[in-house]
C-alpha cells in the first residue's frame, strides 16, 4: 500500500542578520531633545491661531497672579518689612526662572499618562536617552506667553530700586534667573520620577512644582521658621531666589542664617541636578513596564 504521509514543505534557509553599521552612534541628548521640541513647534504652528490664543492665556493668568499681589499691597505699604519692589524683584526672579523651566521640562507632567497607557516603551527601544525624549514630549510655544509679564515685572523691579549695581551683583541677578530654572528642572524631574511608582502622583508631583513656585514668590520671613527651614535644607526652595536676592537687595536674612548661602545657588543647582538624574536613571532602571 502507498504511502500517502505528505512530504515535508520544503523551508527557505534562514537569511543572515544584517550587519550593524559600525559607523551608527545614539543622538546626543541635547542634539535630540532640540529636534523633539522642534519638531512639536512645527506641529503646533500648524494652528496659528490657536497658538496665538493659547499663549495669551498663559500670558494673562499670569498678569493674574501678579494683580492678587498688587492688591494686597494696596492694604500694606511692607510684607514682612518687605516693600512692594522689593517683593516684585522676588516675584520677577522665580516667575521667570519657573516659566523657563516650565518651557523646557514640563513635558515631564505627561509621563503618568505614558507609563500607564505602555507608550513609555516606545521611548525605552530608540537611540536617544529617556530623558530627553520626556522633557520635550508635546512641547508647545505657548508656554513663551509666561515669560513676558515675568519679563516686564522684574525689569520694572530693577529699574525701581534704589540698588547701587556692581558687576557682582549683576552677575548673581543673572545667575537667580538660571540657577533658579536648573532648580526647577531639577525639581521637575524628581517629581516625575514618583510615576514610576504612583502613576496617579500626578497632583502630588504639582502640589511640589507649582506649590513650590508660589512659596518663592513671597519673602520667606512670612513663614514660619521651621517651614522657612525645611524649603531651605529639605527642599532646597529658598536658593532660587530667597537666598541670592537678599545680596542684591542689601538685606540681612531673617532667619539668621549664613550669608556664604546667598553665594550658594550655583553649587545647590549641580547638586540637585545630579540627585534628580540619579533617581531619574534608577526610576527608569526598575521600570518594568505595563503587561498586558
Not at 505627561?110 to 508635546?138: E, H, K, M, Y
Not at 512670612?222 to 522657612?228: D, E, G, V
Amino acid at each position: 500500500m502507498a504511502d500517502l504521509t505528505p512530504a515535508p514543505a520544503p523551508t527557505s534557509p534562514a537569511l543572515p542578520a544584517p550587519p550593524l553599521n559600525p559607523d551608527f552612534t545614539p543622538l546626543p541628548s541635547p542634539a535630540a531633545y532640540l529636534l523633539l521640541t522642534r519638531m512639536w513647534s512645527r506641529a503646533a504652528w500648524q494652528y496659528r491661531a490657536s497658538l496665538l490664543l493659547t499663549g495669551t492665556a498663559q500670558m494673562l493668568s499670569t498678569c493674574l497672579d501678579l494683580a492678587a499681589l498688587l492688591v494686597m499691597y494696596s492694604q500694606v505699604t511692607t510684607l514682612a518689612g518687605f516693600t512692594l519692589p522689593q517683593t516684585l524683584y522676588l516675584y520677577g526672579t522665580t516667575r521667570l526662572a519657573f516659566a523657563l523651566s516650565d518651557l523646557i521640562a514640563s513635558g515631564i507632567e505627561n509621563l503618568s499618562d505614558s507609563i500607564r497607557l505602555g507608550t513609555f516603551d516606545v521611548v525605552l527601544i530608540r537611540p536617544v536617552g529617556t530623558l530627553a525624549q520626556v522633557l520635550a514630549d508635546q512641547f508647545t510655544p505657548k508656554r513663551f506667553g509666561k515669560l513676558i509679564p515675568s519679563t516686564a515685572t522684574l525689569v520694572w523691579a530693577i529699574d525701581t530700586l534704589p540698588i547701587t549695581w556692581t558687576p557682582l551683583k549683576a552677575a548673581i541677578c543673572v545667575g537667580t534667573v538660571l540657577c533658579g530654572t536648573v532648580i526647577y528642572c531639577a525639581l521637575w524631574v524628581l517629581t516625575g520620577s514618583i510615576s514610576f511608582v504612583a502613576t496617579d502622583a500626578r497632583e502630588t508631583a504639582n502640589v511640589i512644582t507649582y506649590g513650590g513656585e508660589l512659596v518663592t514668590e513671597f519673602p520667606f520671613a512670612i513663614y514660619q521658621r521651621p517651614l522657612a527651614l525645611m524649603m531651605t535644607f529639605a527642599i532646597p526652595l529658598a536658593f532660587i531666589t530667597w537666598q541670592p536676592s537678599l545680596y542684591v537687595l542689601g538685606r540681612h536674612d531673617p532667619l539668621g542664617l549664613p550669608d556664604f548661602l546667598r553665594f550658594a545657588p550655583p553649587i545647590v543647582a549641580v547638586l540637585f541636578s545630579a540627585l534628580a538624574a540619579i533617581v531619574w536613571r534608577a526610576a527608569v532602571r526598575h521600570y518594568r513596564s505595563t503587561g498586558s
